[in-house]
């Protein structure tokens, strides 16, 4: 059946190592992102790719980077020069065109700590 | 600045009521909305959408009005279920294009029984 996984679900770290999501879509959508998301806090856009080996950043790249090798495939990897890591990574993805307007299916989430 | 804001973090419905969750937006580029639906470590699921040409959509139990001259919507959920209890996102997306959402930060509504 189609759909978005992430793995793992939860994920620890030590302060100042590279960590890498996992996010992968058998839904043959264009367009990926990643978001995370804070307590008492919306989603935040990290980084969005509308095709194969491009992408952009969102709001908050900071500290973070990806790679889209693939279509189904969107890594996210959270580098040790982000500030403050430990979020609810959020990974979507919808299919392009203006008669879809954008609306995006979510992944499961990963839930990072770093200690 | 928040372009999207649902100022009310907690909203309480008893069963069978009406609950109407409320989001307002700044950015007259937003030309299409979105509402989701998010249970504690889920990602969120798609609930309902409305176009800029529209005023109102309806799905089932869950109708979104839009007020573009008051750059309001709403959610409204009649009558509310114990599974509606959830957090509820607004997004807004602006032009086309794949440039992600814009979210509010959620209303987390509490039906009770």
């Known amino acids: 059946d189609g759909g978005i996984t992430q793995s793992p679900k939860y994920l620890f770290r030590k302060e100042g190592q590279n960590v890498t999501l996992s996010c992968e879509q058998n839904?043959?959508?264009?367009?990926m992102y990643w978001y995370r998301q804070d307590p008492g806090q919306g989603l935040r856009l990290i980084y969005y790719?509308?095709?194969?080996?491009?992408?952009q950043k969102g709001d908050i790249a900071e500290g973070y980077s990806v790679s889209r090798e693939k279509k189904e495939s969107f890594p996210l990897t959270v580098t040790s020069a982000q500030k403050n890591p430990t979020a609810f990574y959020l990974c979507?993805?919808?299919?392009?065109?203006?008669?879809?307007?954008?609306?995006?299916?979510f992944g499961p989430g990963t839930r990072l700590t770093v200690l | 600045d928040q372009q999207v804001k649902q100022n009310s973090p907690s909203l309480s419905v008893q069963e069978g009521r009406i609950s109407i969750l409320n989001c307002d937006y700044t950015n007259s580029m937003f030309d299409y909305f979105l509402w989701y639906k998010k249970y504690p470590a889920e990602g969120p699921t798609f609930l309902i959408s409305?176009?800029?040409?529209?005023d109102k959509n309806e799905d089932g139990r869950f109708t979104v009005f839009l007020n573009k001259s008051a750059k309001h919507l709403s959610l409204h959920i009649v009558p509310s279920q114990p599974g509606d209890s959830a957090v509820y996102f607004c997004a807004a997306s602006g032009g086309g294009g794949a440039d992600g959402l814009t979210f509010g930060k959620g209303t987390h509504l509490i039906i009770q029984p």
């Open positions: 839904l043959n959508h264009d367009a």
């Open positions: 979507a993805s919808s299919p392009l065109g203006r008669g879809n307007h954008n609306e995006q299916f």
């Open positions: 409305i176009s800029s040409i529209k």
């Open positions: 790719s509308q095709i194969v080996n491009d992408f």
